[in-house]
């Protein structure tokens, strides 16, 4: 079955940097849409960024652009998202979805939470 784990979340001071990963299993990686997206009490899922797998490219919310960015490490089915220049407005759980989103649609951004099947169970992010 498809699982995929995240790790690397945590407190950091505004300003400082945390890098999220992503490990996916039980399926086929090469053919997949990784998604982040957080969420904060009250609040709909945000998507913030993604990455086609099988293609390489990247897609970044407009609310974050220049300051997160993601990558991957496909020999490890592993996607990273790089968190820099954190906000206090960043504060949230981060999760990692993924489905068989075609390529354009994945980097161009045209997906939403419910496009998405497989998500992780979330990491805490707190800036302060």
């Known amino acids: 079955h498809v699982q995929l784990v995240e790790s690397g979340g945590g407190s950091v001071q505004a300003g400082g940097s945390l890098k999220l990963s992503c490990v996916a299993s039980?399926?086929?990686?090469?053919?997949?849409?990784m998604a982040w997206f957080r969420q904060v009490p009250g609040k709909e899922r945000e998507g913030v960024a993604a990455i086609h797998v099988g293609v390489g490219r990247t897609y970044v919310a407009d609310s974050v652009k220049g300051r997160f960015t993601s990558s991957q490490d496909s020999a490890k089915n592993t996607v990273f998202l790089q968190m820099n220049d954190l906000k206090p407005e960043d504060t949230a759980t981060y999760y990692c979805?993924?489905?068989?989103?075609?390529?354009?649609?994945?980097?161009?951004?045209?997906?939403?939470?419910?496009?998405?099947?497989?998500w992780g169970q979330g990491t805490r992010v707190t800036v302060s």
């Open positions: 979805a993924t489905d068989s989103v075609g390529a354009f649609d994945c980097y161009s951004g045209s997906w939403a939470a419910r496009t998405f099947h497989y």
């Open positions: 039980g399926y086929t990686y090469s053919s997949n849409c």
